[in-house]
Nanobody, 124 residues
Framework: QVQLVESGGGLVQAGGPLRLTCAAS????????MGWFRQAPGKEREFVAA????????KYADSLKGRFTISRDNTKNTAHLQMNSLKPDDTAVYYC?????????????????WGQGTQVTVSE
């Protein structure tokens, strides 16, 4: 059974950093694309970043380029999202997802497996 567990969320002041981790079990993620999405209260889930199986290709939401960095460590079955210069608008529940394949997947409908999410709250 595939399980994804996010960690690293919390409360941070505007301008500060956070690093999220997604730990996968029940699957060898080295043949899976992985991604991060977020959902703020009253809003739809939106794409944040995605990375291909090797870590050689990645994609970001246009509004987040330059502040967020996605990475992965296939030896540890994990993915990470480094978030810098956080803004109150970044407040949301952040979800990790994975799906079989070798591409970069930015559409939430392309993902088969999801974590439970981790709350990120950015204060003024």
């Amino acid at each position: 059974q595939v399980q994804l567990v996010e960690s690293g969320g919390g409360l941070v002041q505007a301008g500060g950093p956070l690093r999220l981790t997604c730990a996968a079990s029940g699957v060898i993620v080295s043949t899976y694309g992985m991604g991060w999405f977020r959902q703020a209260p009253g809003k739809e889930r939106e794409f944040v970043a995605a990375i291909n199986w090797s870590g050689g290709n990645s994609k970001y939401a246009d509004s987040l380029k330059g502040r967020f960095t996605i990475s992965r460590d296939n030896t540890k079955n994990t993915a990470h999202l480094q978030m810098n210069s956080l803004k109150p608008d970044d407040t949301a529940v952040y979800y990790c997802a994975c799906t079989p394949g070798f591409l970069v997947y930015s559409d939430y409908a392309q993902y088969n497996y999801w974590g439970q999410g981790t709350q990120v709250t950015v204060s003024e």
